[in-house]
């Protein structure tokens, strides 16, 4: 199975400054499509996940500018360049290039 | 806009089979290019994908293989939906149990707490 490691643990970030959280893969998550099939997912308390990044990088329908998802090789970032209030929760990994499917360990960001 | 709404018991006895049914509005479980997925959540709060169905001219499933032999994930074509079974459950599989529609899991049901307990 692939495994996801995320880091940090938890993040505790002033509103208006940036954030950023690593997934690391045990292996390469790059398609043959050209494509890195990793998503970032966003659980806000009480509500299921909700798509935040697909693809390694790309932004999914109506989620903020300020979300951006990079690969570096087996390294995926998601990075938050100012933190709002509402980004509040715990963040997941999720990889799609193989089954079984595998989620990281989440991220809790809370706003000090 | 794909909704997918989720219904089934909130309590299971050790032993027993655990029943969950998803169904869909917006899509078809038929559709070629999406996949339905069953994902739960323990208590400690960490996701595991436990399988899917979809149709490619066929149907496939996959399934976890944690779970492997005692699950089983059925779409049903008349009504729209897709179920979950899980047999011979033990208290480790109370979690909340999650429908959604993948390859990216971009619409989620509302999740249903299943406690297994006698």
């Known amino acids: 199975d692939i495994v996801l490691t995320q880091s940090p643990l938890s993040l505790s970030v002033t509103p208006g400054e940036p954030a950023s959280i690593s997934c690391r893969s045990s292996?390469?998550?790059?398609?043959?499509?050209?494509?890195?099939?990793l998503d970032w997912y966003l659980q806000k308390p009480g509500q299921p996940p909700q798509l935040l990044i697909y693809l390694g990088s790309n932004r999914a329908s109506g989620v903020p500018d300020r979300f951006t998802g990079s690969v570096s090789g087996t390294d995926f970032t998601l990075k938050i360049s100012r933190v709002e209030a509402e980004d509040v929760g715990v963040y997941y990994c999720v990889q799609l290039l193989q089954t079984p499917l595998t989620f990281g360990g989440g991220t809790k960001v809370e706003i000090k | 806009q794909v909704q997918l709404q989720q219904s089934g018991p909130g309590l299971v006895k050790p032993s027993q089979t655990l029943s969950l049914t998803c169904a869909i509005s917006g899509d078809s479980v038929s559709s070629s290019t999406s996949a339905w997925n069953w994902i739960r959540q323990s208590p400690s709060g960490g996701l595991e994908w436990l399988g899917r169905?979809?149709?490619?001219?066929?149907?496939?499933?996959d399934y976890a293989v944690s779970v492997k032999g005692r699950i089983t994930i059925n779409p049903d074509t008349s009504k729209n939906h897709f179920s979950l079974q899980l047999n011979s459950v033990t208290p480790e599989d109370t979690a909340v149990y999650y429908c959604a529609r993948g390859g990216h899991f971009d619409y989620w049901g509302q999740g249903t707490l299943v406690t297994v307990s006698s």
């Open positions: 169905t979809y149709y490619r001219s066929t149907w496939y499933s």
């Open positions: 292996q390469s998550l790059l398609h043959s499509n050209g494509y890195y099939h």
